[in-house]
């Protein structure tokens, strides 16, 4: 009789059974079940690294640099050029309020099938940029490129929950506060506004300005799909009260769209103001209403600090320091903060979550109070700082934005994930509204090159003003709200042994 056909009495229940070549039964096939679970967190991590830059980077709006040129070859006189840059910044909008959607949606529909429709939108639209000839085909060309972008990214954040890794949501956090510091310097980077007196090159760069990025995630996304394999989901299906929440930005973010849409024709800067103060206080309600549930750290606010603080204070400065021609403060300090983020994600992997948070918190507000000490938008416009001082204030503003939102996700149900993503580009969409406001309207009375520049350096000097009020602000509700779930936790009643 073969060895491994012994009776059963032979055999000692204590130890595993085996077969000829003495390898235990079922250690192959769970050595197979790891592997394909290696594989899957690999397709997980590909996912985060790539969909994220190329989803951010549709966010910048680089067309200033050759408006003349556009509006040349589409024909516009002075008077056209007003609907031609309302055109070109839809893509923000359109992504705001499709992560709202896309949220619901990658809870009820397979992720994988999210992103992919989501990426085959963007590509599309990418790829129609060339086509465009007219400023409405430029309008549905951005909000094409917005809506995809705004459906790959909510089921980017599923793909990564499903793994339960802390260190991969941890990356996915930091990536998102890298790629939204990096976002418009790099697009800058990408598409240079040309030199006075030089020829203009092909204007429709600036409506894609590294396509490519999109495709990289494609290719990404296939091969994760091919490493996942047959790897069996593992979040639960959305309860009642999950769906409810994720459809409650739904209304609002909608109506704040359609606002600041309507606002850049024609409404004034105070009266833009006063729709990105109202859809800021509007999103931390909703952050402080929908938060109490599934996230125990308050991801739902730090979504929107991180989206009011990362993006619209570092735009405006690769900007301003593109105007003063300072080439050194154009990419590097940028990126340096864009790392600073990731490693500050990292660290929150494995920090207390809430003292991480209260740290990430006071980063960002010691990186705003820097940059303001240091006059940053007006010494970029003088000349009077050096071109690696923007460095000072990005480096802890990134690594308090990574630190804060990796800590704030930590423990946090993916509902409650959705739901704070869903608040964090419209914070985006209303601190671009404030600073872009706040710059127009010192604009009106700049005649010469030299009167504009300091124009945008002031409003960019209020802006942090306002940025870092907001920021204290929202500092003492998230330490508010983790508060509360403390006192909940400790009046939990304490099940007894039976």
Known sequence: ?????????????????????????????????????????????????????????????????????????????????????????LALPALALAVSL???????????????????????????????????????????????????????????????????????????AGSLLLAMPLAMHAVPAPRPGAAAGDW??????????????????????????????????????????????????????????????????????????????????????????????????????????????????SGLAAAADAPGARLPPFAAAAVAAVLGALVAARARPRAAVGAGFALMIVGVGVGLGLGLGPGLATGSTGPWTPLLPLVPLGMGAGLALAASLRDAHVGAALFGLALCFPAVLAGQLSVLSLQASRLHSAHSEEQRLDALAGGYRAWLLIAGTAAVLLAVLTLRLLARHGRAAESAPVPEDR
């Open 1 to 89: 009789m073969s060895s491994y056909a012994q009776p059963s009495h032979a055999h000692d229940p204590g130890a595993p059974l085996t077969v000829p070549d003495g390898t235990a039964i079922g250690a192959a096939p769970a050595r197979r079940a790891g592997a394909r679970r290696w594989n899957a967190t690999l397709g997980a991590l590909l996912t985060a690294v790539t969909v994220l830059p190329a989803v951010v980077l549709v966010v910048p709006d680089t067309t200033a640099g050759v408006m003349p040129a556009a509006a040349r070859a589409l024909g516009l006189g002075d008077a056209g050029v007003p609907a031609l840059l309302r055109a070109t910044g």
């Open 102 to 176: 896309a949220a619901v949606a990658a809870r009820r529909l397979p992720a994988w099938t999210v992103l992919a429709t989501g990426l085959v939108v963007l590509l599309g639209g990418l790829a129609a940029v060339r086509f465009a000839g007219s400023v409405p085909q430029i309008g549905a060309i951005r909000i094409a490129q917005g809506a995809g972008a705004g459906t790959a990214l909510p089921a980017s954040l599923v793909l990564v929950w499903e793994r339960r890794n802390a260190a991969l949501a941890a990356l996915w956090a930091g990536v998102l």
């Open 204 to 317: 429709h760069a600036a409506l894609a300005p590294m396509p490519w990025l999109a495709g990289v995630a494609a290719a990404a996304a296939v091969l994760g799909v091919l490493l996942r394999g047959r790897v069996p989901w593992t979040l639960p299906p959305p309860r009642l009260a999950e769906r409810g929440r994720l459809a409650l930005p739904f209304a609002p973010v909608a109506a704040f769209a359609f606002l600041a849409v309507v606002a850049a024709d024609g409404w004034s800067p105070g009266a833009r103001l006063v729709v990105a103060g109202s859809a800021l206080a509007a999103l931390a309600g909703l952050a402080l209403a929908g938060g109490l549930d599934g996230g125990l750290f308050g991801c739902a606010v730090v979504m929107v600090a991180a989206g009011l603080l990362t993006y619209p204070l570092a735009a405006p400065l």
